[in-house]
């Protein structure tokens, strides 16, 4: 058999503050321990002359906070399975044991499991301190953050926000950081050190971007974010984006936006990712960051109109994302292992090999082609076409046998002009010259949607010189003539080579 373990809160540092309760569990204890000797109720203790072993000895000699926690669990679980039963072993834990006390929630789960009782007494919270010191009603919404693992997406501007466990400089610094993703650097946060205890607390005011500036971060400090109602507060906020589709969309919206179809938006979703290529082309990143928004905005009203019938929502968008995305990287969360972008590639395609067979797809009775979008522009669908059918061999050997079939073709189509055949028979040979041309891509390594933009932007310049030349000259280009034309064009591309 074994002792009982209780754990019991010393609460935020004011010993008037601890009760009769506990006070008599820590003098009636066969043995005390407590998670840290640096909490000021460890004075009043000594006077009571209740005596204690600490756990301070673990932070030094440890790498990380979970290893210490995983050693305070073990250690307890191990000395009350080795006392006599019916003694009684206290952990004293500051604050509350159950807010922020990670080795409590792991006693929770471990002590059934090796034949342990387990009390919880409560205490009083730095929360209790902070509502009181800090002047805010948590009823208006509150969350409460791990400075050690705070993410911007755990932020929300509308609640009242407190982040404990901000030890140091380091911390506060990279609490700083990631409040600024949401957050103006101007904007006034609160940091308190020791709140309630006498003759050490602390409540600074200080503009965010001085948060890591400050001294005497420690074991008693805090961060607290005050409730921004602001309009735009939440302006960075992908919750606030959802909202605005859905208000565009109802009743009380725009006109326009509630007559949308995913018919008639399909030439806009087209529109808006030629654009986004665009900006890319031109190494813009301004440029970039609207167009991904009027790209995002395509995606929001699509998953809008979903969410509008019950199907979907944007929010379920997301989530098969993620899970797809988890997924198909077993080498980065799961245990395999690509040491190359080749591998990884494998990697991506087992997965969606598997994926399909889940489904109830066998792939291996698909066709070689599939998963090739029927409405891909012409270019990139046979590059796509081509680059399949070379996976199960049915391929060219070398470049020179692309480059006869690629002369091939030019033949049968000047044949189809100079013999009159029909126009659609002429389209037809012009097609399989385009393919063939196309299929050289992969040869050397280029993308021909790529190839061909370069062209096209190439082409734009040189006119575009020719227009600027002729027009110092006073002449239009509509009364130019091929030759002169012809001669500006070559002086571009002589301009081009000095560049």
């Known amino acids: 058999m074994a002792a009982t373990l209780t754990v019991v809160g010393l609460g935020s540092g004011n010993p008037d503050r601890l009760t009769l309760g506990i ?21 009043a203790l000594a006077e009571l002359e209740i005596s204690s072993e600490s756990f301070d000895g673990l932070y030094e000699s440890l790498s990380s906070f979970p290893e210490v926690y995983e050693a305070i669990t073990a250690t307890l679980i191990e000395k009350a399975a080795a006392a ?7 952990y004293a834990v500051p604050g509350h044991p159950m807010v922020a006390e990670s080795a409590v929630s792991l006693l ?31 009823i208006e919404g509150f969350q409460l953050l791990d400075a050690s693992g705070i993410r911007s997406s755990q932020l929300h501007p509308e609640l009242h926000t407190l982040i404990g466990q901000v030890y140091d400089s380091f911390t506060a610094s990279e609490t700083k950081l990631c409040l600024m993703e949401l957050y103006p650097p101007e904007y006034e946060v609160v940091v308190g050190h020791a709140l309630g205890v006498e003759g050490e607390e602390q409540i600074l005011r200080v503009p965010l971007y001085e948060l890591d500036r400050l001294e005497g971060y420690g074991n008693l400090s805090l961060v607290y974010v005050p409730i921004n109602h602001a309009e735009d507060a939440r302006v960075r ?35 808006e990712t030629y654009e986004v290529l665009e900006t890319i082309d031109e190494d813009d990143p301004d440029h970039m960051k609207e167009e991904l928004g009027d790209l995002l905005l395509q995606i929001m009203l699509h998953s809008q109109m979903e969410e509008e019938l019950g199907t979907f929502s944007v929010y379920d968008v997301i989530e098969g994302l993620n899970e797809k995305l988890l997924f198909r990287h077993p080498h980065v969360f799961g245990d395999h292992v690509a040491g190359n ?18 489904k109830g797809v066998k792939p291996e009775a698909l066709s070689a082609l599939s998963g090739v979008p029927k409405d891909l522009p012409a270019l990139m669908k046979a590059y796509k076409l081509q680059k399949k059918a ?27 002009i100079e013999t009159g055949q029909s126009a659609e028979e002429q389209m037809l040979e012009l097609g399989d010259l385009l393919f063939a041309a196309t299929n050289i891509a992969r040869f050397i390594g280029a993308d021909p949607e790529e190839a061909l933009t370069r062209t096209n932007r190439k082409f734009v310049a040189r006119f575009q010189y020719i227009e600027q030349r002729l027009r110092d000259k006073g002449i239009r280009v509509e009364d130019s003539h091929l030759e002169e034309m012809e001669t500006l064009w070559q002086e571009a591309k002589a301009e081009e080579r000095k560049q």
């Open 23 to 43: 006070i008599k569990k820590l003098q009636a204890a066969s043995a005390v321990y407590v998670r840290t000797a640096e909490h000021p109720v460890m004075a």
């Open 237 to 271: 906020t992908f919750a606030r984006l959802h909202e605005i589709v859905d208000i565009l969309r109802s009743p009380e919206g725009c006109p326009w936006d509630r007559e949308q179809t995913h018919e008639s938006l399909r030439k806009n979703l087209i529109e």
């Open 390 to 416: 070379s996976k199960v061999g049915f391929d060219w050997d070398n470049t020179g046998d692309v480059l006869a079939k690629i002369r091939e073709e030019v033949d049968e189509l000047q044949e189809a």
């Open 84 to 90: 006599p039963q019916g003694t009684e072993i206290v």
């Open 341 to 358: 972008a080749e591998e990884a590639l494998q990697n991506w395609e087992g997965m969606k090999a598997e994926e399909k067979r889940r």
């Open 108 to 138: 929770r789960q471990r002590c059934p499991e090796a034949g342990i009782e387990l009390n919880i007494l409560g205490g009083e919270s730095f929360l209790d301190e902070a509502f009181v010191r800090l002047g805010f009603d948590p």
